[in-house]
């Protein structure tokens, strides 16, 4: 009978963000409001680098991967979230959960190997500005987007493959507003030392990885702009890298705060807010940080606009 039961989970009901019904309605204008943010700010970057030719350069062919994945990973996981605040009982199918986790961490694995493949261009123009085409050659852009989707592809299956040997008995109520490992792990009957220490594993080399190249990039960089003699090359320099930095750490800060600290020292609810800087605020945050910082996006805008209103 118990292996009967065990097996016997085949939908998970999802908490979701509260169980306050004051605060459904007004959270589903909230979120749908960011969802929106995120889907026009990311397509219009996509759109913009794509109809303007001089934005067609290494640093805007990653900036264009990287709303791509933006507005696929909020996609994954916002309309679900949003039809939580407006259900009875917000239910997703075992498939559905599965399904949903693997887009989820295959988007989050893609984007921050996108981030490192990023600081990578930066310290090549910077550092070795003379060499900048020949190293940054369309051929080498393709193969560090090869790298970073690979990358994306080994978390998404290493995750799975840790979800596929745990069995879910009676209790199928997730404690969050998607499905993700931790409270899937907390919910499973059989989890082991093992399937936490598989998580640890991946997210170290998910998160650490990058972090490590991304460091590295910016010590040559910090180091080079510090030998520059003009002011004005130094601050043109230090301008080309501040939207990354600030959309570095936003997304490695949160990610790092919900993963790498023992469940005991955060409760659930703590990790929900977490997750939601870096599953909702940073796809949004994203485009607005790189258009409003950035000469060449605003420059593009102003063209496609004229360019509308004159045809």
């Known amino acids: 009978m118990a292996s009967d039961n065990a097996s016997s989970v085949t939908e998970f009901i999802l908490a979701g963000l509260t169980d306050q019904p004051g605060l459904q309605i007004p959270l589903l204008f909230l979120f749908l409001g960011f969802y929106l943010v995120t889907v026009v700010g990311n397509l219009g970057l996509i759109t913009l680098i794509g109809l303007n030719s001089h934005l067609h350069i290494p640093m805007y062919f990653f900036l264009f991967n990287l709303s791509f994945i933006d507005f ?40 921050s190997f996108i981030l490192s493949a990023m600081a990578y261009d930066r310290y090549v123009a910077i550092c070795k500005p003379l060499l900048y085409t020949v190293t940054m050659s369309p051929q080498v852009c393709l193969l560090l987007l090869l790298g970073v989707y690979g990358m994306g592809v080994f978390g998404a299956t290493a995750h799975i493959g840790n979800m596929l040997f745990l069995t879910f008995c009676a ?89 790498l600290k023992p469940p005991s020292i955060l409760p659930l609810d703590q990790g929900k807010v977490s997750s939601l800087f870096y599953t909702t605020l940073v796809p949004m945050f994203n485009p607005l940080i790189y258009s409003l910082r950035n000469k060449d996006v605003k420059f593009a805008l102003k063209k496609t606009l004229n360019r509308k209103i004159f045809s």
Not at 82 to 95: D, P, Q, T, W
Not at 180 to 194: A, R
Not at 230 to 254: L, N, P, Y
């Open 72 to 111: 696929s990973y909020s996609t994954t996981l916002t309309p679900k979230m949003l039809m939580g605040f407006v259900s009875k009982k917000n239910i997703i199918s075992y498939e559905g959960c599965m399904t949903q986790l693997f887009f989820f961490c295959f988007f989050v694995f893609s984007e």
């Open 171 to 259: 209790n199928n109520l997730v404690n969050h507003y998607m499905c993700d490992v931790l409270p899937l792990l907390e919910l499973s009957c059989n989890s082991s030392y093992i399937n936490f220490l598989v998580l640890f594993i991946v997210v170290t080399i998910g998160i650490g990885v990058p972090i490590v190249a991304i460091f590295v990039s910016y010590g040559f960089i910090i180091s080079s702009i510090f030998h520059i003699s003009s002011t004005e090359g130094r601050s043109k320099a230090f301008s080309t890298c501040s939207s990354h930095i600030i959309a570095v750490s936003f997304f490695f800060g949160s990610g790092a705060f919900m993963y």
